[in-house]
């Protein structure tokens, strides 16, 4: 059994997967229905004005407004407009045309009088009396008042949402460029793991980091390619490490704790920037640059797996997406019991939020159900072995 | 043209969809990779006790705890477990075996001693000397502790995320029984939209409010199902809604408001609820109970569509698939400049934050960009005219 060569902080490990995380910067075109949450490859620039001609806001009558400032003249309705008609009316002094909320105007207004405004002149079908005057453009949406064409509407790297999609579709756009998604490659190894849906038997546990890492990898902006499980034999990691390397970056749960089959050490050799980390739980977390591609090791006990994906994996995922960081979300609360905790490195723990109470849920690293249920967790330093009852906490939520 | 027959308040509008709505409470059974963000549609009870066996949590030798009070002593080392290894060997007095994490602990052992507390006994291969006592179960996760058998760990009605399919993976399933999504249809009706990719002609403008709403939709933890655009004409919207009746639920944008052409009011007759809010944007907003299914007429305009999408629709939908609420998140602002508005309806104004400032992004409900470039919205009161530049506002941040 092999010691860690040297733990390093949270920070520096960190630090060191993040530089050596590039954006993959490739570009993927595809139809407006699938783009939602994906990340746009280019400025958006609009090709026309939106809307393209002046229209009407309000159902009413069209008229030229410095017709109207005498009240009171009925004006003579020379015709209807609806929305989507192309229709161009001439209208003349004191004259004007019903329309809808979205026609278009004719060129000969410039304003709308509301249908709440007027009212009917008694005995002449064909007219109808204002009761109010309109100053130019008003209840008009002008040629381009939502976008300008030639305006850019929206910029590269824009993480799209429904407001955003319907930026594109006002510009009649169809098929839009976004980013590629990054394929991360996910593998768990060890001789214990079980596959879902077999039978448990003696001293195995199922797999549980291939699923938990998939989607969380998902969540965060990329497509996960689940790996069947490997076991710990050197020939057998070093298969499944090259078979995975035409994906953006490896991830393996397992086999980088200090064991003796804790291959990936030596597989990895020369390649690995930093193993060991001083923090609790994840300590036995290790990142490697081999041949150029990042490759990141996980504890294998599932919440230090998930809890590392959480700290560690989302960042350089989402980076090298091209998507936007992760916003942490952080509320006071206060500890419903107290808590006592190993010192010499610095602790996450879990906690459920009840109200302004946290309870901890922490477990052991070991148990998927210290993650399962928690609402978010608080970090406790290295030197302190208790967090006290009543005493006030920042808890991070977990925003997935 | 014919008015509105009374205008109700927003919180009435709401009040009334939502006694309206039902819980789908059908049953899709699919693989735990697909699950990601889906309703759990039973509970979960575990079927074994996690982890099935007495497991060692760290890498050292299994020991009986009651032979090491003697620290010095020099222990025997009988044999060794890997993890995944099903070997059962007895441990007598000062005997111990070298464990590695996640190994089945010997039935005669109850505790392993980390290997950093113990070294190597000179001259003597099979030996090591232990440095310190060990407590019963120290370093062990005994059997159940992570997860009890016959425990509920999932409860119906959980949403699942990535720590929640960890839970289920842990317990060996594959497949698992959730929610089905509701399907919600949605037709863009109007003479004047213009299909995606088309060229753009005369006083036509291109459909957005069925990629804004699918986008909705699908966050929403609802499956939306996109009916090609509907004219303005009667026989044409009612086949429309009859061919839409195999949905859970229909919304319908555009042909609500007062307009003579606004043929849904006709169509759905004593099915309609109410029909039209006191609220701006988003006025001419319908609702129904159509044959018992829930038509939801949102406005043609794209901002008070999605807006009214997002106030209403999303409530809706997520009652129906069994989600929880969408969790309103609010900060407090300065608004950065003063906007004039107009009186008699609550108006939500969408703003961008920058910092602690908010701008007024709002132009028309006519336009996509009112919505595309905002961060949230604030809600101002039916008789105020004006919010104040340096006046502290709530906005309501986007959540889509």
């Known amino acids: 059994m092999r010691p ?6 949270d920070e520096e490990a960190f630090n060191i997967i ?56 009925p004006f003579r309705v020379v015709g209807e407009i609806f929305a989507g008609m192309s229709k161009e009316i001439k209208v003349n002094e004191n004259e004007c045309v019903k329309i809808a909320t979205g026609a278009s105007l004719p060129d000969s207004c410039d304003a709308v009088i509301m249908v709440e405004d007027t009212e009917a002149v008694e005995g002449e079908k064909d007219k109808v009396r204002i009761s ?18 030639g305006e ?36 768990s190894t060890g001789n214990e793991l079980l596959p879902l849906g077999k039978d448990l038997e003696g001293s ?7 699923y938990t890492l998939s989607a969380l990898v998902e969540r965060n902006f990329c497509e996960p390619v689940a790996y069947d499980i490997v076991e710990d034999r050197e020939e ?51 990142f490697a640059l081999y041949k150029d591609k990042p490759v990141l090791c996980l504890p294998g006990f599932p919440t230090s797996c998930l809890m590392n994906g959480y700290l560690f994996l989302v960042p350089a995922i989402r980076k090298m997406a091209g998507a936007p960081e992760r916003e942490r979300r952080i509320v006071r609360a206060r500890m419903a019991q107290s808590i006592k905790l190993s010192r010499g490195r610095k602790k996450n723990v879990t906690v459920r939020l009840e109200g302004e109470h946290a309870y901890s849920v922490y477990k052991e690293s070991s148990t ?23 005493e006030e906490v920042e808890v991070e939520l977990f925003s997935w």
Chains 1, 2 share one sequence.
């Open 368 to 390: 998927i159900t210290s993650l399962a249920g928690a609402t978010g967790f608080i970090t406790v330093d290295a030197n302190r072995g208790l967090v006290e009852k009543g």
């Open 236 to 286: 057998e990691l070093k298969k499944a490490l090259d078979s995975a390397m035409d994906n953006d970056m490896i991830v393996f749960s397992g086999g980088s704790s200090v064991g003796e089959r804790d291959l990936l050490v030596d597989i990895l050799g020369k390649a690995v920037l930093f193993h060991g980390i001083k923090i609790k739980p994840g300590k036995p977390t290790m």
């Open 4 to 9: 860690f060569k040297s733990l390093i902080s």
């Open 18 to 73: 993040m530089e050596n995380i590039r954006a993959i910067n490739e570009i993927e075109e595809l139809s407006i229905d699938l783009a939602d949450r994906r990340i746009l490859a280019e400025d958006v620039k609009a090709p026309y004005d939106v809307p393209s001609f002046n229209r009407s806001a309000m159902d009413g009558y069209a008229v030229r407004s410095g017709d109207t400032p005498e009240a009171d003249t």
């Open 204 to 210: 195995r546990i199922y797999n549980i980091n291939t």
């Open 132 to 149: 109010k005057p309109v100053q130019p453009f008003e209840n008009v949406s002008r040629v381009g008042e939502d976008i300008k064409k």
């Open 152 to 187: 850019t509407v929206l910029e590269r790297g824009t993480l799209l949402d429904p407001s955003k999609i319907g930026a594109l579709a006002a510009l009649g756009m169809q098929r839009i460029n976004v980013l590629r998604k990054p394929r991360i490659a996910i593998i």
